[in-house]
């Protein structure tokens, strides 16, 4: 990808933004900054939030990108922008030597780099850089438009007593411009929880152009939660190669550097230890090593960090978390003092664990862990016994009597690897502090803590290290401010690819109608599919459930952009439909 590719990729990307600013109230301007092939600054316009006269997209959007690279001169850098920059953005561009400007819609009565002056290439100044325009730039001039157009009719609604009717023809009462929230998971396959938003949004201003439509991407610990995370906290996104689950090298992404003081990190297990890299064979999943993750903490230690987040959704691995405890220099050894191999098949033969060296790299970090399971380590709800068959482990046996005793055995090496984890806590930690985590909640014992089998074990390597173990979805809510919008809202649609029995299980779609619940406000959950039975799911707070495929079609075919696209529409449109017709019945 290249060119033009990018070109409107990262314009999406601002346009995103401009989509959070027409949600706050703002004029819908968005802005990202480019260096080297990532975005390491976004922001949209906020001057009536903050009541700042240069409180402009892009010019926030710089400032954050200089402190994110610790220098004014933001050298390399492409600054893409929904609207074509003023005087004052443009004078910043030349002043902090971007290397180019990439808009959208121009701006015939303000725009300063084309439109009404060009202050990239005045040979007055001390500068120049390359300016590329109109770049979906009908998208662009789209979100301005339709904003104005619903302040328009806003303005007209209000001139309107409560108590007028609404015939054919006639005004638009203040019931048809609803405050919709929209807290949608990343469809696993499909969609980022952003892309998600964007079209269940172009969905309820087609069936409401009045309507108030703020959107904020949830997750619950898997997929999607950095992303979350770091729209809320902001911070930059560090690429680097590490082992693979299967010893290869791959490029895995963390998030650096967020929140106020800089000093978070948001870790998701998959990016370095994901199933996606693993053929899930029984020979892979004895093998598989969660050492890249230790690899991505270590670098996040090295930057700085201060409190890591971990989402452990996806794994490939059945390891307990020991190569990324090995990562992080314990040591993990045979009798002959030889460092075990990689896999549950190298803790078969296991001796002793030492975790001093760990402790002394990340003894002053808060580790957090964002999870949506309570399974242990160990027993027939443990890693082994209940998430192995997933990862290829006993899959090649002859029958489910075989493949049963053939996990038992493997779950014997993982309860003896929790045992030596619990010698090693004792004897670094002392026997009164080993047996309370940073959270306060006290055990004994890795083996039976709910949550230390989640993502193969990794659960139980991060409590050894003294980490929190919280319910993913609620935690990221947390940390999103979700009662904060939520309060805001008349309606909140949310949502994930399939709405079954597991959704009621600390799923982001249930977290976040518990939320809502709490304060009376409707919930429509929408779902690429939905199981017969869910009660459960009803029982914690949402009130509809629409499953968003519009006709009869192939899972292929509904996992298509374009199809996905066009479904989420036709289910944004469907779901602030039926709050009006709520609504109306009233």
């Known amino acids: 990808m290249g060119g033009r590719e990018d070109d409107e990729r990262f314009m999406r990307e601002a346009l995103a933004e401009a989509q959070l600013a027409a949600a706050e109230g703002e004029v819908p301007i968005g802005a990202v900054v480019v260096y080297e092939g990532r975005v390491i600054a976004r922001a949209h316009n906020r001057r009536e939030l903050d009541e700042d006269p240069s409180a402009h997209a892009e010019f926030s959007a710089m400032v954050a990108a200089a402190r994110a690279l610790g220098r004014w001169r933001l050298v390399g850098c492409t600054v893409y922008v929904t609207l074509e920059p003023c005087c004052m953005c443009a004078g910043l561009m030349v002043n902090a030597r971007i290397d180019r400007c990439v808009y959208g819609a121009a701006d015939p009565k303000g725009g300063a780099v084309g439109s009404l002056y060009d202050l990239s290439r005045d040979a007055r100044l001390n500068h120049a850089f390359s300016v590329t325009a109109g770049v979906l730039e009908d998208e662009c001039a789209g979100v301005l438009r339709d904003f104005f157009a619903a302040a328009r009719q806003r303005a007209e609604s209000r001139e309107v007593p409560d108590d007028v009717p609404v015939r054919a023809g006639g005004p638009v009462p203040r019931a048809v411009a609803p405050k919709v929230l929209l807290a949608l998971d990343s469809f696993k396959g499909c969609a980022s929880s952003a892309q998600v938003e964007r079209w269940v949004a172009e969905g309820v201003r087609a069936a409401c152009p009045a309507a108030q439509v703020r959107m904020l991407p949830v997750a619950d610990g898997g997929e999607g939660t950095l992303d979350a995370i770091g729209a809320a906290l ?104 030889k460092q075990v191999a990689p896999g549950l098949d190298g803790l078969a033969q296991l001796a002793r664990i030492d975790l001093a060296p760990a402790y002394e790299l990340v003894g002053n970090c808060r580790l957090v862990v964002l999870s949506d399971v309570d399974n242990p380590l160990v027993g027939a709800r443990g890693a082994v016994r209940t998430y192995g068959p997933q990862k290829g482990l006993a899959s090649d046996a002859e029958n489910e009597d075989a493949r049963a005793a053939e996990l038992v055995c493997l779950d014997a090496a993982m309860v003896a690897y929790g045992r030596a984890l619990d010698a090693t806590r004792a ?35 991060l409590l050894a290290l003294g980490a929190e173990l919280v319910p993913g979805g609620s935690a990221v809510l947390d940390l999103l401010d979700f009662d904060t919008h939520v309060a805001w809202a008349d309606v909140v649609i949310t949502g994930e690819g399939m709405v079954d029995g597991q959704t009621a299980h600390g799923k982001a779609p249930v977290a976040v109608a518990r939320r809502a619940r709490r304060i009376h406000k409707p919930v429509v959950a929408l779902g690429g599919g939905r199981a017969v039975d869910l009660d459960a799911v009803f029982e914690q707070g949402v009130d509809l459930v629409l499953p968003i495929v519009r006709k009869p079609m192939a899972l292929d075919e509904a996992l298509k952009p374009e199809e996905a696209a066009l479904n989420l529409r036709c289910a944004g449109e469907e779901a602030v439909r039926a709050y009006l017709l709520r609504d109306a019945a009233r």
Do not use: C, H, W
């Open 427 to 461: 004897a670094v930690m002392g026997e009164r502090d080993a047996t309370e985590a940073l959270s306060g909640k006290r055990f004994r014992s890795v083996l039976g803590v709910p949550g230390a089998g989640a993502a193969g074990g990794m659960g139980a390597a």
């Open 234 to 337: 902001g911070g930059v996104e560090v690429r680097l190669n590490v082992t693979g689950p299967l010893g290869a090298p791959v490029r895995a992404r963390y998030l650096s550097g967020a929140g106020e003081a800089g000093d978070v990190a948001v870790i998701e297990m998959a990016e370095a230890a994901g199933i996606e890299f693993s053929p899930l064979t029984p020979a892979a999943a004895l093998v598989a090593t969660t050492y890249g993750v230790g690899e991505l903490l270590r670098d996040a230690v090295q930057r700085g960090a201060r409190t890591v987040y971990f989402a452990l959704g996806g794994s490939a691995t059945s390891d307990g978390g020991a190569g990324f405890l090995q990562a992080l220099g314990a040591r993990l050894l045979y009798a002959d003092g």
